[in-house]
């Protein structure tokens, strides 16, 4: 099937799902603490929009949640970008060969993809010169935001699928099984 | 998809640049004012609310811990007489440590701020505090509380900043510990909720469980000196190494900020 286009009403809910998502992981997310860690739930709009729509909406859907996060982080301005942006593009491909029958194919996506978002954030901000990145607790905060994206992972694709619009039911009327 | 990540590299090289970094540190710092306010509303609707659950679960605890309040409001009652007594011995020891020309903090100008939320980011050692450049907070100043020093401002909006811990993975901190305080180290963060290491100690320095460290005024330290830092947690002592192991941890408790101080103090150029 050939992919839909991002409208311009898409692309109007898409930022109003990324400041949701803002006001929610700055003011909810963060007080949630597991052993000092908190949910990185703006990870879940790429790995969505990747797994609902492709690579290039995914690209999209990071880049824009990362810059808007970035804003308001003490990090490297333009990080979350990029790995949100990569994050997208890896999920959509790799995604758009997977079978969408299997029980619990979104957390599952959302596990993977949280776990190697975080690593490589971790990785680019250490190149970056940002060494105290490596210096966390890599294993506490992987297994923390992974499992916390997979819980959420099927809320989240529900509102980025709407918010992607008719963009995202190509792949999604496929037998997704959100 | 290159051209965002083209765009993204742009973004990050723009902040990395010293030439360039005020303008992305200026779209942060707008950024920063716009969403202060939304923040505040959120939690004051949503703080209620958490509160009530926390006391439905915790509500044992919660009776304890008033009760444990009020015992130390006795004590405090108590002490109270005694306080005129200790005020004397306080005034004595300032103008002592005048007259020997140490530096002590209360000669200079601080900024109380509560903080606001415990770090925003996973990846570094952070909090953020309710003022900002237009309460007198700026870059670079040192910020104590809760026992001792926290850490330093990295960040300020017009009425917030966000405060890099002594324990981060970045911080570095030049102290002084030992009789006269006539032995220097390093304190080297090793990122959020571990010990902190003090570096350059040689073998032999006489250093023990439980001894102080405060900050040192030598040439090119980013803090006030007598500012205490940390205490010492372990000493081991490697054959043939070029210096002692020593670990340390913060005197201010980091995990419990409500308030902290924000002194107006920058290093001289």
């Known amino acids: 099937m050939e992919p839909v286009a991002v409208t311009g009403r898409s692309a109007a809910r898409l930022v109003v799902v990324v400041a949701l998502f803002v006001v929610v992981q700055e003011t909810v997310a963060i007080k949630l603490r597991i052993a000092g860690i908190h949910p990185e739930l703006m990870l879940l709009v790429p790995i969505a929009a990747g797994t609902a729509a ?100 099927p809320f989240g694709m529900r509102i980025v699928r709407w918010a992607l619009g008719p963009a995202a039911h190509p792949r999604s009327a496929a037998g997704s099984s959100w | 998809m290159l051209i965002l990540v083209l765009l993204s ?21 707008l950024a920063s004012d716009i969403f202060s306010p939304i923040r505040s509303g959120v939690n004051g609707i949503l703080d209620p609310i958490g509160n009530v659950f926390a006391g439905a679960v915790h509500y044992d605890s919660v009776v304890k811990e008033n009760h444990e309040l009020q015992l130390t409001l006795g004590r405090i009652r108590l002490q109270d007489d005694a306080r005129g007594f200790q005020l004397r011995q306080l005034t004595q020891l300032q103008r002592l440590l005048a007259e020997n020309h140490l530096p002590y903090l209360q000669q200079l100008p601080t900024v109380l701020a509560e903080q606001t939320d415990a770090g925003s980011t996973n990846y570094a050692a952070t909090i953020d505090i309710d003022k900002g450049r237009d309460d007198g907070v700026d870059v670079g100043m040192p910020v104590i509380g809760a026992g001792g020093l926290v850490g330093t401002v990295t960040f300020a909006a017009h009425h917030s900043a966000t405060v890099t811990l002594v324990t981060d ?54 803090f006030p000196g007598g500012i205490p830092v940390a205490y010492v ?17 913060p005197l201010a408790d980091l995990g419990a900020l409500a308030y902290v101080e924000v002194v107006q103090w920058s290093p001289s150029p």
């Open chain 2, 9 to 29: 590299l742009s973004v990050i090289t723009l902040d990395q640049s010293g030439r360039t970094h005020h303008i992305t540190s200026g779209i942060k710092s």
């Open chain 1, 54 to 153: 492709g690579p290039r909406e995914g690209a999209i859907a990071g880049f824009v949640a990362g810059i808007a996060i970035d804003l308001l982080l003490p990090t490297p301005f333009g990080l979350t970008a990029l790995v949100g942006c990569l994050t997208g593009v890896g999920v959509g491909r790799v995604t758009g060969s997977l079978t969408r029958e299997i029980p619990w194919f979104s957390g599952l996506v959302a596990f993977t993809a949280s776990a190697g978002a975080v690593i490589l954030y971790a990785v680019l901000g250490a190149v970056l010169g940002q060494e105290q990145f490596l210096r966390v607790d890599l294993v506490a905060l992987v297994l923390v935001v992974a499992v916390t994206n997979a819980v959420l992972a």
């Open chain 2, 233 to 249: 947690t372990a000493v081991h002592t490697t054959p043939g190494a070029s210096q002692e192991t020593v670990e340390v941890q």
């Open chain 2, 169 to 222: 993975g970045s911080s570095k901190v030049g102290v002084s510990f030992g009789s006269g305080n006539a032995y220097t180290a390093t304190l080297d963060g090793q990122g959020p909720g571990r010990s902190l290491n003090a570096d350059f100690v040689a073998p032999g320095t006489p250093v023990r469980r439980g001894e102080r460290m405060y900050t040192n005024d030598l040439a090119g330290n980013i």
